[in-house]
């Protein structure tokens, strides 16, 4: 199992991601219960635009990593997720985020800790991959579209 920690600021925290402050508690618990956690995951929203969520987040990990060491569970796997740019139009390319993903995990995560490092870029890949053309048979002056509403 793995723990997931929420990335970047609180307009970021995904639905399945567990508060900093409650990860002590989820820890003890886990022991007590005999579930082995492997790691962290956390995962950066789509469309982030601040490379420096991911420097914030790998430090919050490594927290977690050395709380998880001092309760005794010996943790192996940190998942720093995608929400890694797919095309160049952004104001940060993916070589930006790269760099300084790659800066955080080495300050905290250096070689030398054994920890594997999991990323998904997905989003890096497959974003500008397709174009969807669509005929647009009429337009309604004056009226905005939405989403289910």
Known sequence: MRLCIPAGDSSSILKFSTSFED??????????????????????????????????????????????EKLGCKMHVLDIGGGFPGTEDGIVCFEEFADVTTSALNKYFPENCRVEVITEPGRYYVESAFLLPARIIGKKDGVEASCGK
């Open 23 to 68: 990860c002590r508690h989820l820890l003890e618990l886990a022991k007590s219960l005999g579930v082995e956690v492997i790691g962290i995951s956390f995962h950066v929203v789509t469309g982030c635009q601040n490379p420096q969520i991911f420097t914030h987040s790998i430090a919050d990990a490594r927290l977690v990593f050395a709380m998880a």
